[in-house]
């Protein structure tokens, strides 16, 4: 069992910045990769970052290359993502996923992120 904890999300103004973190706890050594999803109302869950966690090879979305990284700090378990240059289109819930070897996915609890124009 994988536990992620989200945090940073909140409210900013377009342009701003915010910096997402997700903490994983439980059976983390058998990750394949972490990453980012957000969820607009009214719309699908997107993928909108994610990092390999053997090889640190990345992905990102269109809608956010150049305004969003992917980083990781292995001693804390965690993965970030810095969002700048934030739309309001940018707006959803950011869910936080780890999908193991063993071909499970994991789901944080969300966290949102208001941009204001």
């Known amino acids: 069992q994988v536990t992620l904890v989200e945090s940073g999300g909140g409210l900013v103004q377009a342009g701003g910045s915010l910096r997402l973190s997700c903490a994983a706890s439980?059976?983390?050594?058998?990750?394949?990769?972490k990453g980012w999803f957000r969820q607009a109302p009214g719309k699908e869950r997107e993928l909108v970052s994610a990092i390999n966690w053997s090889n640190d090879n990345t992905y990102y979305a269109d809608s956010v290359k150049g305004r969003f990284t992917i980083s990781r700090d292995n001693a804390r378990n965690t993965v970030y993502l810095q969002m700048n240059s934030l739309k309001p289109e940018d707006t959803a819930d950011y869910y936080c996923?780890?999908?193991?070897?063993?071909?499970?996915?994991?789901w944080g609890q969300g966290t949102q992120v208001t941009v204001s124009s």
């Open positions: 439980g059976r983390t050594s058998s990750t394949y990769s």
């Open positions: 996923n780890l999908d193991a070897y063993y071909g499970r996915r994991y």
